[in-house]
């Protein structure tokens, strides 16, 4: 069936320093993948988004990469902040209503 | 512009009951989703509801339904609640299909 998973539950990284966070999909014929953040009490927040005929896209200290032979997509934090701990989704858009399919979450920890 | 609100922000309710969860969508989206997100898990898709129409719907037991008013506001019902619906029920809107989805805070649902 379809999927959405992630690598690494957990990644701690110094303020300052680069995160990555990957992602593995199943469904080869999806065609959108957003980046969603989630901080505690509050609903998944728009990161970024790749459609499947790019494979890198670039936004404010975020990188988001589309690897589509090894269906793998990675966001990447530049200079990380203690505001960006949050737990951070992928999602795989799927069927005619659109619908999002996340994975379980990578909970990103900044440490000073 | 207002965002995507949802109420009640928290709710306790009996085994066996039934609730109604609301959601105002964004000004300007036609387009409602209903995910529900179980504690450490990604959310996962209900429904979407467009144009007062369901237009698609997830891996959910009919006793999960749900409205969209000509305002495009919507309503999460649940029928004879189970322990496991316990979750948090997140709204998003949209204009069209996926782009520019924007979730709301959503509603804390506990079964006791």
């Known amino acids: 069936g379809e999927s959405v998973g992630l690598h690494l539950p957990t990644l701690s990284v110094q303020e300052g320093d680069n995160s990555i966070i990957n992602c593995a999909y199943s469904?080869?014929?999806?065609?959108?993948f957003i980046w969603y953040k989630q901080e505690s009490g509050k609903g998944p927040q728009f990161i970024i988004d790749?459609?499947?005929?790019?494979d890198k896209r670039q936004g404010q200290r975020v990188t988001v990469l589309l690897n589509k032979t090894v269906k793998h997509l990675s966001l990447q934090i530049a200079a990380t902040q203690p505001g960006d701990s949050a737990v951070y989704f992928c999602?795989?858009?799927?069927?005619?209503?659109?619908?999002?399919?996340f994975g379980t979450g990578t909970r990103l920890q900044v440490t000073l | 512009e207002t965002g995507v609100t949802q109420s009640p922000t928290h709710l306790i309710k009996t085994r066996g009951q039934q609730v109604t969860l609301r959601c105002s969508s964004q000004?300007?989206?036609?387009?409602v989703s209903w995910y529900q997100q179980a504690l450490g898990q990604g959310p996962q898709f209900i429904f979407q509801?467009?144009?007062?129409?369901?237009?698609g719907r997830g891996n959910f037991p009919p006793r999960f339904s749900g409205l969209q008013f000509p305002n495009y506001s919507s309503e999460l019902n649940v029928n004879a609640l189970e322990l496991d619906d316990s979750a948090l029920y997140l709204c998003?809107?949209?204009?069209?299909?996926?782009?520019?989805?924007?979730f709301g805070s959503g509603t804390r649902l506990t079964v006791v």
């Open positions: 790749i459609r499947s005929n790019m």
């Open positions: 998003a809107s949209s204009q069209t299909g996926p782009y520019g989805y924007t």
């Open positions: 509801y467009y144009r007062e129409e369901e237009n």
């Open positions: 000004s300007g989206h036609n387009t």
């Open positions: 469904n080869s014929a999806s065609d959108y």
């Open positions: 999602a795989e858009v799927t069927g005619t209503a659109s619908k999002l399919t």
